[in-house]
């Protein structure tokens, strides 16, 4: 892979992007150059990340390592912590997104942050 790829892999990764050969670019890859020679083809997220809440997940499962379901129980308190430290029980239906991406019932999500609000109260 280009350099300029491993350089941008955090950025790529945090806005659930990929990097893919400049040869191999698809219609709608952003095309990055490198001295002047088309060097790396960026492919933005498909509609499964292009809202608020899934651009969140994507992100702290990219932190812990491993998709939601996978994660054991503390690990999924801990992502149901950072998810809420970053806003994401604002947005309308979080709950319920949320609890499908885990693989949890909606009352486990609402006992996570029952959870972490004690904690924070003591």
Known sequence: MHPLASAIAPL???IGATAHPAENSEPGDIVLHWDGAPAVAV???GAELTSAL???IHQVEA???APLPELGRPDKQRAVRLLEERGAFTLRKSVESVAQALGVSRFTVYNYLNRENTRSQD
């Open 54 to 56: 899934d651009r969140l």
């Open 12 to 14: 790529l990764d945090t």
């Open 63 to 65: 932190e812990l390592g």
């Open 43 to 45: 492919r933005l997220p």
